[in-house]
């Protein structure tokens, strides 16, 4: 079993969505200040109908918005329709890499702001399109009647990083900076998404014991919550705060050591972390892309101040065992469709969708 989950967790990781239930009393909606009504009209969301997409979605949800202020853009809106049907969201069949067209031109109509989650495929291929199409959404909404607070899932890194997902990224805040220096603008810069422990490729080796990640056991890694890169993006669009910025977003800190004992406390069976030499250095024969990854969490010297973002959005940052509490990790029953899915039965319990 040991050799089924390690590489393909690596792949996974090669994403970098991340590099990019029970809710505690803490974090639960009441503890917010609705912002809802602080600027009519709606909120554009991109790239957030899937996967851990949604879990941005119910930040926004966090914070007061409601489902019918949240203007979604799709490709595939047939695989959505029931957050329209049973909850109200706006859902607009749009396909950003036809470029500027009548359909994205409507879904531009009265929006306020905008927050970009992604523009890139949720694939293992480095998806090249994802700037040209960031360019074209914001052509539309440079010639739009509406105007938008554009709010980017970004990616954090020091500028020698040296991975070419971060640097797609990065250079998606530069399109808008630089092209469309007219458009107020807020990148996000996020850490590892909490979210991927989540998935099919490590959720199940981490319940058998072993959490493979390519650093030493004392080698701290950011985490950042998905729910709050949702929170905060509504936050900067309804008050309209930190354009022209870049923000690095992070609830936690830890070492992997200290995330896999978090796991076996969360899980009640014993966890530990498992460095994998041999594959990070196979990786560098045979996995470029792959190694750029390892050798980023490896030797990366980007830090995240937490203080200071507490202090700027107070209350709507997760801790690591905060996250672990709030989607019921040690449920061996639950995997990463059914805790994503959950969540809108969820907020509506809470009565936040009704």
Not at 28 to 45: H, M, P, Q, T, Y
Not at 133 to 157: E, W
Not at 216 to 221: A, E, H, M
């Amino acid at each position: 079993m040991k050799a089924k989950y390690n590489p393909i967790f690596y792949v996974y990781l090669f994403i970098l969505q991340a590099i990019p239930q029970v809710l505690p009393l803490a974090l639960s909606s009441s503890s917010f200040k609705k912002i809802n009504e602080d600027r009519a009209g709606s909120v554009l969301v991109v790239g957030a109908t899937g996967g851990t997409g949604t879990r941005a979605l119910q930040g926004l949800l966090d914070i007061g918005y409601k489902p019918s202020q949240m203007r979604l853009l799709t490709r595939n809106p047939q695989k959505i329709e029931s957050l329209k049907e049973k909850f109200g969201f706006q859902i607009c069949q749009v396909d950003l890499d036809d470029g500027l067209s009548k359909e994205l031109n409507n879904a531009l109509v009265d929006c306020v702001g905008c927050y970009i989650h992604s523009t890139s495929s949720d694939t293992r291929k480095l998806d090249t399109a994802e700037e040209s199409r960031a360019r074209t959404l914001a052509k539309a909404m440079q010639v739009s009647s509406s105007s938008f607070h554009v709010v980017y899932n970004s990616a954090a890194g020091e500028p020698e990083h040296g991975v070419k997902r971060i640097q797609q990224k990065q250079d998606v805040e530069k399109i808008f900076r630089e092209e469309f220096p007219d458009i107020p603008f807020t990148s996000l810069r996020a850490n590892l998404f909490m979210e991927e422990l989540w998935k099919g490729y490590t959720r199940p080796a981490i319940l058998k014991g072993k959490f493979p990640f390519s650093t030493p056991s004392d080698r701290k890694i950011y985490l950042t919550s998905v729910r709050d890169m949702g929170r905060i993006a509504g936050t900067c669009i309804a008050k309209e705060l930190y354009i022209g910025e870049d923000i690095n977003i992070a609830g936690d800190v830890l070492s992997a050591k200290q995330i896999a004992s978090a796991f076996a406390e969360a899980q009640q069976s014993p966890c530990k972390h498992s460095e994998a030499k041999v594959f990070g250095f196979l990786a560098q024969l045979f996995f470029r892309d792959l190694y750029e990854v390892i050798r980023f969490y490896r030797r990366s010297t980007e830090t995240t101040d937490i203080k200071a973002l507490t202090t700027k959005f107070p209350g709507h940052l997760t801790g690591f065992v905060s996250f672990l509490e709030e989607t019921d990790w040690g449920n061996t029953d639950l995997a990463f469709d059914s805790f994503i899915s959950s969540f809108l039965v969820e907020e509506r319990n809470s009565g936040i969708l009704n």
